[in-house]
Every structure is written in C-alpha cells, then in structure tokens.
C-alpha cells in the first residue's frame, strides 16, 4: 500500500502536472484581468518571423463602441480671459493653460501611438512625405499591395481623419494632412523598419 501512495505522488508531483495546476490557478483567479491585458495588445510577435496584429477597423469599431456611452462636446470653449484680471494674473493664467494643453497633447499623442496600428501608422507617414494633397486613387494604388482589404484601407483612413491628422475631401477625392498630423508624426519620430515589408 505505501508503495502505491508513493507511485501516486511520483505521478502527482511531475512537472506538467504541477505546471498546469498552476496555470489552472492563475487563469481561474485571473481571468479577466488576461482578457483585458490581451485586448490591449496591438502586436504580438510569435516565432519563425511570425506577426499577428489587430487590424485598425478592429479597433475603430472598439473605440466607437466606447465612446457612445460618452458624453459628446458641446463645443463651448472660453475664447477669452476675463477682464478684470490682472496683467500679472492674466499671464499666470494663461502659462497654467499652456501648461495643461501640452500635457493634454502629450496624453493624446501616446494614446494615438497605441491605437493607430503599424500599417495606419506608416499610411501617416507616406502622406506627410508627399507635402501635398494626394489623390485616394494614388493612396490606394500605394497601399493595395500591403493592405488589399479596400474596407481595411478605408479604416486607416477614417482613424486618420477621426483623430483629425488628415483631410479627406469628398468633392475632390484628395488626403491633407493637418498641422496636427505633422506635428505628431515629428513627435513621434521615424518608424523602425520592418524587415520584408515596404510602405
């Protein structure tokens, strides 16, 4: 009988065993937080060379449905300071606002470098190198070879726009990019090269 009890623990003691107690454990006390840590990954780089990453209509439809519940602007802004202050409190004031837009913009440029995926990103790029207006037919014909889903396309194009880093006009077909998409993509700096694949 001891023998038998002591076959049973060589068994029960083996690596694999305790192995995926463990991971049992962990997945069943922290589940959620693995699904939130994994719908939080844009990329994730597997073996051989191997890319898996979340494409940009993926994550437009998530931030679309996060947003709904969310109040919308009323597009109220204070254009200017009130009279009565002082010359040395309207400067203080006014340094306080500067203060708060460049934090502000520096939260929103690291969100954008989450949520814009690799191909959105090097989409901003082509356009800002361009230093002109370009046709969507020229966007496309760039683009097909790297992203042939058209709805994929469109995507990057409206996460682009939505973030208010471009223009797209309707009438003339044609893609700007805006002040702000400059300003962010030197912000952001140069994209490091992906072997195999070009822009």
């Known amino acids: ?31 959620d937080d693995i ?19 979340t494409l940009q209509s993926e994550r437009l439809a998530k931030e679309e449905n996060q947003n709904r519940d969310q109040p919308q602007p009323t597009g109220e802004a204070v254009d200017e300071l009130p009279q009565e202050l002082t010359p040395d409190e309207r400067e203080r004031v006014e340094a306080i606002i500067k203060s708060h837009s460049e934090v502000a913009r520096w939260w929103e440029y690291q969100y954008l470098n989450f949520f814009l995926v690799r191909k959105t990103q ?15 037919q020229m966007y496309d014909s760039v683009f097909m ?4 889903s058209s709805d994929e396309r469109n995507s990057m194009i409206n996460a ?9 006009d309707n009438k003339t077909m044609t893609i700007t990019v805006t002040p702000k998409g400059r300003e962010y993509q030197q912000w952001r700096g140069p994209l490091p090269p992906v072997p195999g694949q070009e822009s």
């Open 1 to 31: 009988m001891p023998e038998l009890v002591l076959e049973y623990l060589k068994v029960i003691l083996t690596a694999p065993v305790i192995f995926g107690a463990v991971a049992f454990v962990v997945i069943f006390k922290f589940g």
């Open 35 to 53: 699904k939130s840590l994994i719908g939080r990954i844009a990329k994730i780089r597997l073996g051989s060379g191997l890319e898996v990453s």
């Open 122 to 136: 090097v989409a901003l790029d082509w356009l800002v190198t361009q230093n002109q207006s370009v046709a969507a």
């Open 145 to 148: 070879p790297w992203v042939p």
């Open 160 to 168: 682009l726009e939505r973030h208010h880093l471009i223009l797209f």
